[in-house]
């Protein structure tokens, strides 16, 4: 998540020093070579090699089902081809577009929501001194990270419930009516996003105050005798010092709008505010394992990884080209 | 400069503080609030992170009569156990701990195991193949076949309903590979290999008793990554498990906080209520319990989780 800028393409290694030997001789003889001085680490790698062509590839060829009517019996191989036909029926469904809006929008909101706290929280914890206070913020904010999601929605059912709820409580004390903040579809996408800054700001913080103290100190030093308050420091030494690490994870963020999670909106639904919690994730999994759908949750599925895919790619790109960096610099 | 005095006095102290006072850069006024204001934010974030926390771990300890009458704010009201006792007397509850132990443990194992033997081989220039395989593992990063393809792998493999379902279809975490793999490349130098290589040792043997012992602080991370994962997670046991004996606790705590499923038929109305009171008593003791082994052990791995969140930033 930090960068992925270790993920390069073959070929555009660098050297990291003059190499003493000569090179693995490339081609079959290389390997033939190379086979026999290090089989033992060939070995190695052969269990989790396997591992990734069962657990990963088979699935990606399995996708096929797509465009195939699944037959039990026959098998995903032995079924028939049925070409579109199952994006066609999920096009034309009627939840689709309240499918993808809802998707969409909370994908959106939980960025745009999350991404400028973690960085205000890094430069605010980067302005005071080492100390304790310092350390506990930093501890504190950093531990709902550590908690699993069913435990986070549970807490926040809790929280918001309108018998036992603190929240309802405080409201009660104001003489407000309780609410029942999660059979209210219109809450729906604030839950979701401000539990999700709650437990995910103290840790993206960490990954932006890593790159803070990367800042070179004498150019802290230069503003000061220039005479620049603290606000100037950050706006013309800090913020331009964080910018390519934020651009990647931007980058990140933005392009994976699609692919937002299954398990955490699945856990905040109820039947009284599906309209909004209803996403193409929980979609599939109802579709495809409670309703046996295979093909059509296959299909639906597919969509979205190539549209979450393509997504990367552009986003990748202007990136680029505004910033000059994005991943795979 | 000039060479008139040559006997110079020792300066003070005191002279050397007034000196340094009017070296040091003098702070605009606006800093000072700046940093008031920084400081307020900081308490901000801090208490808007703890208050739910506390609030939880108040009502835990709380007596099911205040909480359900919701007396209970940030500290116990009518101080109790009662909560914990439930927790730890419902079978359930014990069962999804046990088996979550053990899905963490031997999750940890044959994870950190199988990371360690694909990234060790790919950290080695003299293997032939390493930026082709590289490349088809991180491309698994950017596309997934999707839930239903993966699905039916592991029901053709014969895992469905068994407790390697829980293991092996997640057993290696790519990012984990990555960090794994640059380790290998920035802490064992070349010069260390040919050395071993020079004396007759092979790979494994040198894996085993001079890479490993060195790459132990980031096997330690790697380990609790997965370790952390394993625990939290609930979405592989909801699809691939049926077996109620076989749950982790997180699924045991999805069905009793989330689908409010606490069995058990009511009589009286009596003790309905309390029956009630004591169910929503559990919720907060369990999230309590469900929580402290990993709270527990985080502040002391804070450091070295983030160290290897950074590994992954350093080209590789």
Known sequence: MATLTSVRPPAGEAPRRPRKRRRERPGIVGFRRSLRRHWTLYLLMVVPLVWFVVFKYIPMSNAVLAFKSFNVTKGIWGSQWVGWQNFELFFHNPVFWNLVKNTFLLSVYTVAASFPIAIILALALNEIRNGLFKRTVQLVTYAPYFISTVVVVSMTILVLSPRLGIVNEGLGFFGVP???????????????????????????????????????????????????????????????????????????????????????????????????????????????????????????????????????????????????????? | MSVQTEVRTVPSKRSERRAARARRIREPRSDRMFLICVYLLLSVFFLVVL????????????????????????????????????????????????????????????????????????????????????????????????LIPTYLVVQSAGLLDTRWALIIPQAIGVWQVIIARTYFRTAIPDELVEAAQLDGCGDLRFLWSVVIPLAKPMIAVVALMYAIMQWNSYFDALIYLKNPDLFPLQLVLRNILILNTTGGGAVEASVVIQRQELADLLKYSLIVVASVPVLLIYPFVARYFTKGILIGAVKG
């Open chain 1, 178 to 329: 309780a609410i029942d903040f999660l059979g209210n579809p219109d809450y729906f996408r604030h839950i979701y996003v401000w539990s999700d800054v709650w437990q995910t700001t103290g840790y993206s913080a960490v990954i932006y105050l890593a790159a803070l103290s990367g800042i070179d100190p004498a150019l802290h030093e230069s503003a000061r005798i220039d005479g620049a308050t603290r606000l100037q420091r950050i706006r013309h030494v800090d913020l331009p010092g964080i910018m390519p690490t934020a651009v990647i994870i931007l980058v990140l963020a933005v392009g994976n709008i699609m692919a937002i999670g299954f398990e955490k909106a699945f856990l905040l639904q109820n039947p009284l505010n599906l309209s909004e919690s209803e996403i193409i994730a929980t979609y599939v999994y109802k579709t495809g394992l409670l309703n046996a759908d295979f093909s059509g949750a296959t299909a639906v599925g597919l969509f979205n990884s190539v549209i979450n895919l393509v997504l990367l790619l552009m986003v990748n790109a202007v990136a680029k080209r505004i910033t000059g960096n994005g991943l795979w610099s």
């Open chain 2, 51 to 146: 208050l739910p926390l506390l609030y939880i771990v108040a009502s835990s300890f709380s007596s099911p009569a205040a909480v359900s009458s919701g007396r209970v704010l940030f500290w116990p009201v009518e101080f109790s156990l009662r909560g914990y006792h439930a927790v730890f007397e419902n079978p359930q509850i014990v069962q999804g701990y046990v088996n979550s132990l053990f899905y963490t443990v031997v999750g940890t194992i044959v994870s950190v195991t199988m990371t360690v033997a694909i990234a060790y081989p790919l950290s080695r220039r003299t293997l032939v193949g390493r930026n082709v395989v590289m490349t088809l593992i991180l491309f698994t990063m950017l596309f997934t076949g999707g």
